[in-house]
């Protein structure tokens, strides 16, 4: 119990040290409670949908900044609005910010200055992307132990009686940390 | 002698005296006989003959006459009694019947006398009326000639015209030789021969006004015959011209105030013309009184066109006046509304490119706080934040003022906790005023509310305002905020007397006292206080920096929350007391203020608030439109995802109940995508309520939604309660408009 409880810990930290950090805002919280038993895996859906938006984008405004013949700045500024739009769905505040600092490069038409906010942005992005994986994995983790633990108490009805009072701890805690009860049949 | 019956003559018949005797009754007789004849024929002859029966007897009696002499012809000389016998029988009838038209006589010739009479005085009568008629007639003459000139002169509204027609024809009515007219100068000494008939251009000849002569016409309204020797007759240079009768009218000029009704002109009026007319010298002709009548008449029309055109022209130079007038308050108005379409136009464009950079200037500074610095760099990066975070105030302000003074700012009313804010302003002020050693309490009173209905965000500003100043303005001493309710007997100051607070059951009067023991105002700085960009110029306050336009803005988040503001002071060194007061609302429920913002509260707070209300999200931006749904989806609804205008066109139908359109993209036309809709679905009923999500809510993108027909606006990005809220709204009341 003491692992379910550390990883429960991790995980109520780990969340917390995003919010405090400025990863992530209020919005990324009222889409952790958009999850239900309905769509389970929500946050994950729209974030690797972002990423993949993210990523998509910063490509393009790599290749557009590139160009030797002459910097299409309408273009990069249609990008960055897109990702300051999803961003700001997402609740990803640093990149938001990151954006916000892009367009007004983009709008002086400096390529220099463009260039080092487009590395500002990759950088950025990156630690979201890790951070939010990172995330994912201890919510999948806990909420695999949960299962195994419900699991096992239904088995082993017969022996000692497995306290449901840690399951219903159990319970609380990952409702706690934001996350969300898996229905197990 | 023989026995014949025989009667001798009395004289011998061949006497003399006989054959006299003899001729002259035959001649008598003849007469006599001729006499009825010729009666007879003219009697005939005549129409109208009253006495034929005393014709007959005359008749009767001259034949019998006639008989008689003509009988007595046979008695001249030997007749036989026969003869005798005839004449007797002639003469006895004639006797009779000559006594008796001599008693006829009697009777007639009285008759016959008077008819003379009647004759006589039928004549006179005749010849009387003649000359009535030939009178009659004249003036007839002169009423059709008068008329005529009236005619034309009023057929004109031209002064010179008028007075032109006037002297020809006049002239030519009553064949003149001469006709002028002699007009006051301006100064009115004198008279000045203004128009003649034969003469094209007058030179100018004067002539003094108060010459007897003319103080003769001018004292009577009629025409005055004058002297061909006087100097107003005197037009034409040439000495051996010898003129005719000369008759001259007055013509009052009437000026415009001095007409009355009823009442006739000559009352009133001081200025007269002159006209002269002058019968040609050739004929002997004298001035008849009908032609002098006419000679009246017509001055006095012209008198009365002369007016009139006077009356035009003064119309017609104000009606110019006015056009031009018109014209240039035409052109101000236009240029007034072209500044403030550029200045709206500008507040427009500064409001969203100002505080872009500003935004980059504070996220990338904030950004690079963030890392790793040198303690000098860190220093400088402390400093950009700062100046940077004050420069977005003061541009806030700046904005934040237009739209005050624009009209366009509201308040955000909401329910809100009194104390709070108070406590929240202290601890903003107490960091600040514990480095300057100054002593902050607040006081709050007893009966003052917790909790109350006002726009907080502006509350705060300005008691924060008000106290920043009183801490900015203090170098020693102690600040004391006081707030309380304030009751009626305070609520109407002697110091403003054009506020009256009128309080009622929902709501009360906040009445806050920032008192100070600073520098002081001396009285005449007060007014200026007030407005914005104004400065006092003492040198305490030169270096605090600010714009001057806090307490600008301060006054009127006062005003739009129905209060006053001022400030007193005793003088320099004396501190000042700046008090306002605000109209606040009391919240109705005890349990209410703890809910947020909406004033309503949702009727189902579980997750399938919707169940199947079908939903139709139009964003381009993937992730956007997945939050989105799956917002929608979380509160029970059917949602259906679409990511063009050109495909939403295509989806949507009267089964879906709403559809969110993003409308922050550029490039992407929400708004025509609305349009669209709305001609669609001819039917309100039928139409889905259409919500616009946003990045930014100023009056242009609300003015746009309203214009095409948009229900409602949220600014991005959405919480799961404000979604929930503003869907309970717009099932409700189909109409949201604007939620935060």
């Given at each position: 119990m003491d692992f379910v409880n550390q990883l429960q810990r991790k995980f109520i930290d780990y969340s917390s040290s995003l919010h405090r950090e400025g990863i992530v805002d209020d919005q990324f919280t009222q889409l952790r409670k958009l999850?239900?038993?309905?769509?389970?895996h929500f946050v994950m859906e729209v974030a690797s949908l972002f990423f993949e938006d993210c990523e998509k984008l910063i490509n393009n405004m790599a290749i557009a900044l590139e160009?030797?013949?002459?910097?299409?700045f309408k273009q990069i500024e249609e990008c960055i609005h897109q990702l300051k739009g999803s961003s700001s769905s997402i609740g990803a505040m640093r990149v938001k910010n990151a954006c916000i600092a892009f367009r007004s490069f983009s709008g002086a038409q400096n390529r220099e200055g463009c260039l080092r906010c487009l590395q500002q942005l990759s950088h950025e992005y990156s630690l979201l992307k890790n951070k939010l994986q990172t995330l994912f994995r201890v919510s999948v983790a806990s909420r695999c132990l949960y299962v195994c633990l419900v699991i096992f108490c239904r088995e082993n009805?017969?022996?000692?009686?497995?306290p449901d009072v840690l399951v219903f701890q159990l319970e609380k805690q990952i409702v706690a940390a934001g996350g969300s009860i898996p229905r197990v049949h | 002698m023989d026995s014949c019956n025989c009667i001798e003559p009395q004289?011998?018949?061949?006497d003399l005296l006989m054959k006299y005797q003899y001729i002259s009754d035959f001649f008598i007789a003849l007469a006599y006989f001729s006499i009825p004849l010729e009666l007879i024929y003219f009697v005939k002859k005549s129409?109208?003959?009253?006495?034929r029966w005393v014709l007959v007897q005359f008749g009767a009696f001259i034949v019998l006459c006639g008989a008689t002499h003509l009988i007595n012809l046979?008695?001249?000389?030997?007749?036989t009694r026969t003869v005798a016998m005839v004449m007797t029988t002639a003469k006895v009838f004639t006797a009779v019947v000559s006594c008796a038209t001599a008693l006829m006589l009697v009777h007639i010739i009285p008759d016959l006398l008077s008819v003379k009479t009647r004759e006589l005085f039928l004549k006179n009568k005749a010849a009387e009326l003649d000359r009535e008629m030939g009178l009659i007639r004249t003036q007839e003459e002169t009423g059709r000639h008068s008329r005529m000139l009236t005619h034309e002169i009023r057929s004109t509204l031209d002064r010179h015209t008028i007075l032109k027609t006037t002297l020809v024809e006049l002239g030519r009515t009553l064949a003149l030789e001469e006709c002028a007219l002699w007009m006051p100068t301006r100064t009115g000494l004198e008279l000045q021969l203004s128009?003649?008939?034969?003469?094209?251009n007058p030179v100018g000849y004067t002539v003094p006004i108060h010459l007897p002569v003319i103080n003769q016409v001018f004292s009577s309204s009629h025409a005055v015959k004058i002297s061909p020797k006087c100097p107003v007759a005197?037009?034409?240079?040439?000495?051996k011209y010898m003129p005719g009768e000369v008759v001259a009218v007055r013509v009052p000029l009437l000026?415009?105030?001095?007409?009355?009704?009823?009442?006739?002109?000559e009352l009133s009026t001081k200025r007269y013309a002159l006209m002269v007319l002058m019968l040609p010298s050739d004929s002997a002709r004298q001035w008849h009184v009908h032609e002098l009548e006419l000679v009246e008449v017509v001055a006095d029309q012209v008198a009365v066109a002369l007016s009139h055109a006077a009356i035009l022209e003064e119309s017609m130079r104000a009606r110019d006046l006015l056009m031009e007038q018109n014209v240039a308050l035409d052109l101000a108005r236009r240029e007034a509304e072209t500044a403030i379409r550029a200045r709206n136009d500008f507040l427009a464009v500064m409001n969203h490119e100002m505080r872009t950079p500003m935004h980059a200037i504070i996220a990338l500074s904030s950004l690079l706080q963030e890392t790793e610095l040198t303690p000098e760099q860190r220093l400088m990066v402390e400093t950009i934040l700062k100046s940077s975070n004050l420069l977005s105030t003061l541009i806030n302000d700046v904005l934040d003022l237009s739209r005050l003074e624009d009209g366009s700012l509201q308040l955000d009313l909401g329910t809100f906790n009194l104390f709070a804010v108070f406590r929240e302003v202290l601890n903003l002020i107490k960091p600040i005023a514990s480095v300057k050693k100054l002593h902050v309490s607040l006081n709050l009173a007893p009966?003052?509310?917790?909790y109350a209905i006002g726009d907080e965000k502006r509350l705060m500003q300005t008691i924060l305002n008000v106290v920043g100043n009183a801490v900015k303005f203090s170098k020693e001493g102690s600040i004391s905020i006081t707030a309380f309710v304030a009751k009626s007997e305070l609520l109407r100051d002697s110091r403003t007397p054009e506020f009256f607070p009128v309080p009622s059951d929902n709501h009360f009067y906040l009445r806050v006292q920032v008192k100070d023991s600073g520098v002081g105002i001396s009285p005449q700085d007060i007014p200026k206080?007030?407005?914005?960009?104004a400065q006092t110029q003492s040198t305490a306050t030169r270096?605090?920096?600010?714009?001057?336009?806090g307490l600008a803005i301060c006054k009127r988040f006062v005003n739009l929350m129905e209060g006053h503001i001022w400030i007193e002071s005793e003088?320099?060194?004396k501190g000042c007391t700046a008090i306002f007061m605000v109209k606040l609302g009391i919240p109705e429920?005890?349990?209410?203020?703890?809910?947020?913002?909406?004033p309503k509260v949702p009727t189902?707070?579980?997750?399938?608030?919707?169940?199947?209300?079908k939903v139709l999200v139009m964003d381009e931006n993937g992730v956007s439109r997945m939050v989105t749904k799956g917002l929608l989806v979380h509160l029970g609804c059917d949602v259906t995802m679409v990511s063009s205008s050109e495909e939403c066109l295509r989806v949507?139908?009267?089964?879906?109940?709403v559809v969110f359109m993003d409308?922050?993209?550029?490039?992407?036309d929400g708004y025509e995508v609305a349009i669209r809709i709305n001609e669609k679905f001819t039917k309100r009923h039928e139409r889905p309520i259409i919500v616009a999500l946003t990045g930014n809510t100023d009056k242009v993108t609300k003015e746009n939604c309203m214009r095409v027909g948009m229900d409602g606006i949220i600014l991005k990005p959405v919480s799961l309660d404000k979604m929930r809220s503003v869907l309970s709204d717009l099932l409700e009341h189909r109409v949201l408009f604007e939620a935060i």
């Open positions: 999850e239900d038993e309905n769509s389970p160009q030797k013949q002459g910097v299409d009805e017969h022996a000692e009686p497995f | 004289w011998p018949p061949d129409a109208v003959f009253p006495y046979w008695t001249f000389t030997m007749h128009y003649t008939l034969r003469q094209q005197r037009i034409r240079p040439a000495g000026h415009l105030s001095n007409f009355q009704i009823n009442d006739w002109p009966d003052l509310p917790e206080l007030f407005t914005k960009f270096n605090s920096g600010g714009s001057g336009l003088g320099l060194g429920r005890l349990n209410e203020p703890k809910l947020p913002f909406m189902n707070h579980g997750p399938t608030a919707f169940p199947g209300l949507v139908s009267h089964e879906h109940k409308v922050c993209v550029p490039g992407m």
